[in-house]
């Protein structure tokens, strides 16, 4: 009889243990159900915020003009034009070796907004300095694929060395579409040029032109690789060719207050 009286008190503290335990798992789990809805809220946050700002459009130019320094530019308020204009992601800025020219490569948010700068700013910028200008627009989405592949800038960030020169290249052949070109075949080889530290791949928008823009260490390195082997490799589309070879460390400054992806984190 006490026996069962005992067992008979002893349930509502079994119970209350229990109903503890249970209220305990759930708030674990609810804890870790409300962590992971935020990690996963951050990682779609941060894939969207980088879709936004993935370049759709790159624009090169030049324009001809030769100064001594790069700072006799009047890069800061330049900046501040180019900063205004409508789809502007960033800009790396150019020094002509040699040349002394100025120019930039820049990265838009779409083809269109890339071909109104071209036709409505840049030209009333050349006029501004009264010299001739070059300029090109290339289709970043069909070349994004190949560009990762040489660990371009523009999409997978800052090598962990500051480029000391940029090159510049066109060739005068059309390859249409560009993912059906040797691209494939020709990073392999790239990679193993001397100081080359990435590229971004191009595509010709209207003519299905490819070129790029390669960073390597040194000066030295970038006119070695243009004078020795991409004339070979030109050679073998049967084509003329462009190549241009500029300074990065006279440009890191200002290229940096445009959110280059050489220099930004």
């Known amino acids: ?18 109903l503890q335990l249970v209220q305990t798992v759930l708030i674990s789990l609810a804890l870790v159900l409300a962590f ?3 990690n996963v809220t951050a990682a779609e946050s941060a894939e969207q915020s980088a879709n936004d700002t993935k370049p759709k459009a790159f624009v090169y130019t030049e324009l001809q003009i030769s ?5 006799d530019i009047p890069w800061q308020k330049v900046n501040d034009n180019i900063k205004q204009q409508p789809g502007f992601i960033n800009k790396t800025w150019l020094y002509g ?5 100025g120019g930039g490569f820049y990265a838009f948010d779409s083809i269109e907004n890339a071909q109104k700068f071209v036709t409505e700013y840049f030209p ?3 006029k501004g300095f009264g010299v001739a200008q070059t300029s090109r627009i290339f289709d970043a989405d069909v070349t994004e694929e190949a560009s990762r592949d040489m660990s371009s ?4 960030g800052n ?4 480029p000391g020169a940029y090159v510049y290249t066109e060739v005068q052949v059309q390859v249409v579409p560009f993912n059906e070109g040797p691209w494939r075949e020709i990073n392999p080889t790239l990679k193993q040029q ?3 530290l990435s590229k971004t791949w191009l595509s010709g928008f209207n003519t299905g032109t490819p070129g790029g823009l390669y960073a390597f260490d040194t000066i030295e390195n970038a006119q070695k690789f243009v004078l020795e082997y991409y004339p070979t490799a030109a050679k073998s589309f049967n084509a003329a060719f462009y190549t241009r070879v500029f300074d990065a460390n006279a440009t890191e400054a200002a290229s940096g207050a445009m959110n280059s992806p050489f220099y930004s984190n």
């Open 1 to 18: 009889m006490n026996t069962t009286i005992s067992k008979l008190a002893t349930r509502p503290k079994k119970l209350k243990l229990t």
């Open 36 to 38: 992971y809805t935020m």
């Open 97 to 101: 070796v040699g040349n002394h020219s």
């Open 124 to 126: 009333e910028e050349a």
């Open 194 to 196: 001397p100081g080359l």
């Open 153 to 156: 800038a523009h999409y997978i």
């Open 67 to 71: 100064v001594s320094s790069f700072n």
């Open 159 to 162: 090598t962990e060395r500051k």
